[in-house]
């Protein structure tokens, strides 16, 4: 049984000519954050419902801590805790009756589930408005009320679906900062995302899928790295400054150099080294520039690289969120 | 298993499961639903001002026009029509509940946790049964406020409560059904009423089947707003009631016996 929390491999689903999942495999050591990054469509979504025992796969297997999704789903569902794409929330309910109920369906004894209403209300800054209908919330609470739901049962393994989605800056930050408690505690956690940064941030391995496949899967690290190139970007003032920066460096660095008006640009797989010399060099010619910068790949050129159009292009393609209806027909 | 299953789910205890569990769950989900009539009362408000006011409307607009059975007063002979009608409207609100949770992912929360699968729709027509109580209760009041007099005793006017109750329930899973098929509430709506009116007007509810064209008549008179209103009728104001009551269980069971199945169906693959 190792150290495996979700085990996927071969997946396959389709929702009648669309083909959601085209054999998907990956593989979450326990208590660690696994990202899967991709554009809506990208059958993120139904991979999540069949882990989550919603959906049934057309072929392939899955597995939540050695159980099988399929066979075994009522284990399975006593083991995980799911945060979907919507704020999966009654409106009518309070915060504090939502998680109640949440607890009261998860088997939990009425006293306890109780408590642990109370605690995860605590947790997730929600007491004040514990006993206001959700559909009084702000999208952030609600998005809070929802991820707290999914924790009821203390599962561990936990799916958050897009957590972040619509979220602003401060809301996005604190989910963040709750995810990496989860983790913290020994949970594990599967992840799915358009927010390139999201998964570079939170995640300690990412699967980029695309069209129901896992196109590469690598540590954050790696996975830019596999992209190769940092670049420097130098402000030169004026062009003929920047000419005789240019005609300088490109004498004396092996580094790719592109000149435009009064910029310059290197790219090098050994930023820091080449940063050393260049400003060495232009020290050294009393050519300081003016402006500088140091561009690290970002996840949305490795995104790029990978699967030739951008995230946002793909996203954009498919605003209507393809996730809900997935069920009967598009995929996700 | 691993530490992961140790350390994150210890100290969760769970109810042993018996076989009361998918009622323990089903009574969760049903007191869900009912909270949802005491935060939006406009639910229950609108709910029951319309059948208020075909009650009004038939009684004092249009009945002096009805010819009403030979020697019954048209209020009697009004109310057990609205009963009947107030529980078909009603039953719309199972189409747009469940439309509503489809929409909003509660359902896929739902079956991702340990619970019964039964329980979703089993507490949703469990509620739905409980508001129609309610609401036939409050019409009973009205009825005898506008003059409606029972002429038979208690016992046979429960009966005719329970043969209208029964019809109710059955319906709310042919509305099941329907809001689990078009997931969407406004959808549901939409999709429910053609359903609704010729069951409700080309009936025996309102006035007479008598009254109405030939080849009307044959449906008008066999179908179940029809043959359960009828039922009623015969068990407040008297007379042979037999057929009638056979009539209504038995469609009563039939539908619930067709689309139970196929509720329970569509809830498996819905999501």
Same mark, same amino acid.
């Given at each position: 049984m190792s150290d495996t929390a979700i085990l996927v491999d071969g997946l396959a689903k389709r929702f009648g000519d669309v083909v959601a999942l085209d054999g998907i495999g990956f593989e979450v050591p326990a208590g660690t954050v696994f990202g899967l990054l991709g +554009?809506?469509? #990208?059958g993120k979504t139904t991979a999540i419902r069949i882990l989550t025992t919603i959906l049934a796969p057309d072929g392939g297997r899955a597995e939540v801590l050695g159980l099988?999704?399929? &066979?075994?789903a009522d284990q399975v569902r006593q083991s995980i805790g799911l945060a979907g794409? $919507? #704020? #999966?929330?009654? +409106?009518?309910?309070t915060g504090r009756e939502n998680l109640r109920l949440t607890g009261r369906l998860a088997q939990l004894p009425t006293a306890d589930a109780r408590v642990r209403a109370d605690e995860l209300l605590g947790r997730f800054e929600l007491t004040d408005a514990?006993? &206001? +209908? #959700? &559909?009084? $919330?702000?999208g952030g609470m609600r998005r809070r009320l929802d991820v707290a739901a999914a924790l009821v049962q203390r599962p561990p393994v936990v799916f958050l679906d897009e957590p972040t989605t619509g979220l602003d800056v401060h809301s996005r930050n604190a989910l963040w900062e709750m995810i990496r408690e989860l983790v913290a505690d020994g949970t594990t956690v599967l992840l799915t995302t358009q927010y390139l940064e999201e998964a570079d941030r939170l995640a300690h391995r990412i699967a980029v899928v695309d069209e129901g496949r896992v196109i590469a899967n690598d540590t954050p690290v790696a996975l830019k790295a596999q992209l190769g190139s940092t670049v420097i970007e130098l402000g030169m003032g004026d062009a003929d400054r920047a000419a005789e920066a240019g005609e300088l460096l490109g004498e004396r660095l092996a580094a790719q150099l592109e000149r435009e008006g009064a910029t310059i640009r290197l790219a090098t797989d050994d930023g820091s080294r080449l940063l050393i010399d260049v400003l060495r060099q232009l020290g050294d010619h009393e050519l300081a520039p003016a402006t500088l910068a140091v561009r690290e790949p970002s996840m949305d050129d490795v995104f790029l690289a990978l699967t030739g159009h951008r995230a946002e292009d793909a996203a954009a393609a498919a605003e209507e969120p393809a996730g809900r209806r997935a069920g009967r027909g598009s995929a996700a | 298993m691993t530490a992961a299953t140790a350390g994150a789910a210890a100290g969760t205890r769970r109810v042993p499961r018996t076989v009361l569990a998918p009622v323990r769950d089903a009574v969760a989900i049903a007191g869900r639903n009912l909270i949802a009539y005491r935060r939006v009362p406009q639910l229950l408000v609108f709910s029951t001002i319309q059948p208020v006011i075909f009650v009004l409307l038939f009684r004092y607009v249009f009945g002096g026009a009805v010819q009403s059975l030979p020697g019954v007063p048209y209020v009697d002979y009004l109310m057990p029509g609205i009963f009947v009608q107030t529980t078909v409207f009603g039953a719309i609100g199972t189409a747009i509940g469940l439309a509503t949770d489809l929409k909003s992912g509660l359902l896929e929360r739902f079956r991702s946790l340990p619970m019964a699968r039964s329980a979703v729709l089993a507490g949703r027509t469990l509620a739905d049964l409980t508001r129609n109580v309610f609401v036939t209760t409050l019409m009973v009041l009205v009825g005898f406020a506008v003059g409606f007099r029972v002429h038979t005793g208690a016992l046979p006017f429960l009966f005719g409560m329970a043969l209208v109750l029964l019809f109710g329930y059955a319906l709310s899973w042919v509305f099941a059904t329907v809001g689990l098929a078009v997931g969407d509430p406004e959808t549901a709506q939409a999709a429910a009423f053609p359903v609704m009116a010729p069951l409700v007007f080309a009936s025996s509810a309102f006035v007479p089947v008598e009254t109405m064209p030939g080849w009307l008549q044959p449906f008008a008179e066999h179908q179940p707003v029809s043959v359960t209103a009828s039922a009623v009728r015969a068990l407040v104001i008297g007379g042979p009631t037999t057929s009638y009551v056979l009539q209504s269980l038995a469609w009563s069971v039939a539908i619930l016996l067709v689309f139970a199945p196929i509720a329970v169906r569509r809830y498996r693959r819905a999501v």
């Open positions: +554009p809506n469509g #990208a099988d999704v399929v &066979r075994q794409q $919507y #704020a #999966a929330v009654d +409106p009518n309910l514990a006993d &206001r +209908p #959700a &559909r009084t $919330y702000s | -």
